[in-house]
């Protein structure tokens, strides 16, 4: 009698990491978790953070050159302490994280509404790999940026 619902239950716990992964994968790079802190209070067009990691699955060096979105004016690499990043090389088996710690993608002039948990299109541009096309979430979470100036 409580075989069906032990089943069911053991069946969601085992799609449940499943369900919450967030990954983009090509032939040679895999991007997790692509995100954005909650924008809620914000008006466009306003800037913010795009953070990710991405990893090197193949066997050579590719470099992530720059991105774009429909919602924004520009995409730039930036670093924390010394500003514009002109790109980020990432070698093969590498992993390399983008975060308010060191470089991350500013995305400048914003213009679109988005709440937690909506998702934005972004593109990044590779040397190697080309145009890959991401969706970012946007988290329950207040980022506390870097100065954007």
Not at 7 to 22: G, I, K, S
Not at 57 to 63: F, I, M, N, P, R
Not at 90 to 108: D, H
Not at 126 to 139: H, P, S, T
Request: aromatic residues 6%; neutral net charge; hydrophobic residues 45%.
């Amino acid at each position: 009698m409580f075989r069906p619902a032990l089943l069911a239950a053991a069946v969601l716990l085992a799609l449940a990491p499943a369900a919450d992964a967030h990954r983009i994968t090509t032939k040679t790079l895999q991007i997790d978790h692509p995100w954005a802190g909650d924008m809620t209070d914000a008006k466009p067009p306003f800037d913010l953070a795009v953070l990710m990691v991405i990893r090197n699955t193949g066997k050579s060096v590719d470099v992530l050159t720059g991105a774009s979105s429909p919602h924004a004016q520009r995409i730039e690499l930036r670093h924390v302490s010394s500003g514009p990043h002109k790109e980020v090389e990432i070698k093969p088996g590498a992993r390399v994280e983008l975060s308010t710690k060191n470089v991350y993608l500013r995305v400048i002039g914003f213009n679109k509404v988005v709440d937690a948990y909506d998702y934005f299109p972004v593109t990044l541009n590779f040397k190697r790999a080309g145009a890959v096309k991401i969706e970012v979430q946007v988290e329950d979470v207040v980022l506390e940026l870097p100065n954007l100036n």
